[in-house]
Every structure is written in structure tokens, then in C-alpha cells.
């Protein structure tokens, strides 16, 4: 073995040991390795692998290569850490990518430490060894224990932040294959969440969000996936209807607006995000309310009468052509409690409670309706039709849209 003492001292105290005591170490080293193995595969259950395996084979030849390490450190003052630490970065490295945690590794850094001291207690009594150098050597022992230990946590710590990083890009990239129009199969879906580490769920919705401007991107649950920088962004969350709707709130809070599409199937993400974005539209129109996350589905008649427009303003200047002819805000007042009336099943008691006017008002404009419109109120083949129109000219029309003859 080659030694040099050029170097200044080392604080490694092995440097203080001299040459000559490495010499009768070397015979043993291979048993020494072969027992710590053993004592490994007994203990740790991790690493209970058989010896021919390759992972058996990997762990022997670390275990190999750390032995040799230390005997070869004896008596030199340039200690080179790389190769050994280097070896134990790697092991740790590979834990991470395995999903599994340093505490196997590290229990069997502290199992061939064990085998290591009782095999210096027995080289000491053999060798005729002085309490010094004992001391030496077993404080040696700690000290390229803990090395090799913090070796494999950056290994570790390194390689869990290039998953996450991997990780990351995948989620991402799951995220838009999600909202794809025309969508991806099932199949390609499925094998993009593996790989993004996301479990599949039943149903989702997709979130369109308005955040507030200046304020934080909130931390979500691994479950979402996001796209906070989209010129319109949007958040996707499992399973709104059971697990997912509590976090959903909390995952929205802070936000200036928010609309939740319908729960679809996994394939179906694309119609969700259209009809959260049709629904935040409507908000910040101030059409529908905005104070709370608006959900879709809860203004059904709006959302689909707002994709009608040009159809609906044709229709209610057809089938409507008398009332729309009034001026606005006696078109509005007969409006307004026509589609009240009918939405509490023509019952002019709980129209005018809804509308707080009284009974005989709810009355006089329902024949004034009657008067004006003729047949349309009572032709049952139009009501649904008339129900959309008048709920469109109610909620939906901003009131500027026309002018009637009657007001110029």
C-alpha cells in the first residue's frame, strides 16, 4: 500500500494510526465484509436479498469497497473521501428513485459499524493492540460512519428533488392532456398519471379562477393539477362530488371568482373547463352571482340560454313580438312576473310573495300578459320555449340590447 505524509495532519484520527497496523487487517477483509452482509440480511428487512441477486451482489460490493476504504485510510493524512461517499450518494439515490426511505440504509450503516467494533475488539486482543490505538480506530469508526451517512441523505435529498422536478413536468403535462379537445383516450391518461405519480379518480371538474391580482398562487393538495399562468386559469380537482369537494373550497378561497363545471368522467375534462369558463363569463357580466364559487350546474337555464344568444333574440322578437314592442320597464315589470308565475305552477299567491307586489298585481299583469300575448300563454306545446325565452329576457338580457318602436 502506498502512504504519504505529506499532507498537513487530517482530523480523520486514523491519520495518528501508524502504517504498520493496517498490514494484518488486510487477510481479513473480505470475512469482515461477508459478515456484515450477513448480519444485514438478517436484521435490516430491506435488504434481506439473496447473495446472488443483483442487488445482493451490489450490497456486497459496497459493503467491500467501504471496508477496504477504511483499512486503506490507516496511517495517511489525505484521506480521500470521494470514492466512498461517492458509492453512498449513489445508494441513496437509488432509495429515492425506489420510493423507499433512508431508514433501511441507515439501519445497515449502523448494523456493519456493530460487526466493524466487535471485530476490532477481537483484532485488539489478537494483535496486542493499546488502548490508544483502539481509540483511535473505534473514533475513526464513528466518524466515517457518519460520512458515509450524510453522503447517502444528499443522494437522497438530491435525487427526491430531480423526481420531483420529473415529477413535476409530468403533472403538467397530464394537466393539458386532461383538457385536450378532442380528448385522449383512457389509456393514455391512465399510463401519464403513473408516471406523474396521480392517482386516477372517478370523476373530476375542472375549476375556472379569476385569481386576485398581486396575491400568492395558493399551495393545493397533490390531487390538483393546476395552470395558474394560462391567460385563463383553471384548476382540475378529483372527485368533487365525495373526497375532493371539502378541499375544493379551501383549494378556491381568496379567489376573486371562481366557477365550478359539472363532475364528468376522466375523459370528458375538456367539457367541464368550457363550462366553468362559460359560467365565470356570466359572472363577471354580473349575470350570475359571484360572491360564492359559482357551480355550474345550480344555473343550468342560464348557462344553456347564454350559448343561444343570436337564436333567443330572433325567437323572443318572434314569438315575443308584442311585449318586446312595450317600453323596457313595463316589458320588465309583465316579464319578470310571468316567469315567476309560471315557475311557481301558475300560483299567483306565491308569485306575488317571491315578488313581494301584491296578489291582486300578480293577477292584473297575468291578464294583461293574456291580453297582449294571446294564445302563447296557454299553448302547451310553447311553454318550455316560453320559459327559456322569458328566463333569458329576465337574467340574461342587459336591457340595452333594443330599442322598441314604441320608445323612439
Given amino acids: 500500500m502506498n502512504r504519504t505524509s505529506s499532507s498537513p495532519a487530517s482530523d480523520f484520527p486514523l491519520a495518528g494510526v501508524p502504517v504498520e497496523f493496517a498490514d494484518p487487517m488486510l487477510p481479513h477483509l473480505e470475512a469482515a465484509a461477508v459478515e456484515m452482509v450477513q448480519e444485514i440480511q438478517s436484521l435490516v428487512p430491506e435488504y434481506a436479498r439473496p447473495p446472488e441477486s443483483r442487488y445482493g451482489r451490489r450490497m456486497r460490493w459496497a459493503v467491500e469497497e467501504s471496508v477496504r476504504q477504511f483499512v486503506d485510510a490507516i496511517g495517511r493524512h489525505d484521506m480521500e473521501w470521494e470514492h466512498v461517499t461517492g458509492i453512498f450518494e449513489g445508494i441513496g439515490a437509488h432509495e429515492a428513485r425506489k420510493g423507499r426511505s433512508l431508514d433501511g440504509l441507515q439501519s445497515a450503516i449502523r448494523v456493519s459499524g456493530q460487526v466493524a467494533c466487535r471485530r476490532f475488539i477481537k483484532d485488539a486482543r489478537r494483535l496486542g493492540w493499546s488502548l490508544d490505538t483502539l481509540g483511535k480506530i473505534t473514533e475513526s469508526l464513528f466518524v466515517y460512519l457518519e460520512r458515509i451517512a450524510s453522503a447517502a441523505g444528499q443522494g437522497y435529498a438530491r435525487a427526491q428533488g430531480e423526481l420531483a422536478g420529473e415529477r413535476e413536468r409530468f403533472r403538467w403535462r397530464l394537466r393539458d392532456l386532461l383538457v385536450m379537445d378532442p380528448p385522449a383516450s383512457a389509456e393514455a391518461v391512465e399510463e401519464l398519471a403513473r408516471s406523474a405519480g396521480w392517482p386516477v379518480p372517478k370523476t373530476l371538474a375542472v375549476v375556472a379562477i379569476r385569481p386576485e391580482p398581486g396575491r400568492a398562487v395558493p399551495v393545493l393538495p397533490p390531487a390538483f393539477l393546476a395552470d395558474w399562468h394560462a391567460s385563463d386559469p383553471y384548476l382540475i380537482c378529483p372527485d368533487p362530488d365525495g373526497p375532493g369537494r371539502d378541499r ?161
Fill in 248 to 408: 375544493l373550497l379551501t383549494a378556491i378561497k381568496g379567489t376573486r371568482s371562481a366557477a365550478i363545471g359539472p363532475a364528468v368522467p376522466l375523459t370528458r375534462a375538456a367539457v367541464s373547463l368550457r363550462w366553468a369558463r362559460r359560467g365565470l363569463a356570466l359572472v363577471e357580466r354580473g349575470v350570475l352571482p359571484g360572491k360564492e364559487p359559482l357551480r355550474c350546474l345550480d344555473h343550468l337555464p342560464s348557462l344553456v340560454a347564454a350559448q343561444s344568444e343570436e337564436l333567443i333574440d330572433v325567437a323572443l322578437g318572434s314569438r315575443l313580438a308584442p311585449l318586446m314592442r312595450l317600453p323596457p320597464h313595463r316589458r320588465d315589470a309583465l316579464s319578470r312576473t310571468l316567469l315567476t308565475y309560471m315557475e311557481n305552477r301558475d300560483n299567483a299567491v306565491a308569485a306575488s310573495e317571491r315578488l313581494m307586489v301584491h296578489e291582486q298585481t300578480v293577477r292584473y299583469r297575468i291578464r294583461r300578459l293574456e291580453e297582449t300575448l294571446g294564445g302563447v300563454l296557454t299553448d302547451p306545446d310553447r311553454r318550455t320555449e316560453l320559459l327559456l325565452l322569458l328566463h333569458y329576457l329576465v337574467r340574461l338580457d342587459s336591457g340595452d340590447r333594443r330599442l322598441s318602436p314604441a320608445d323612439t
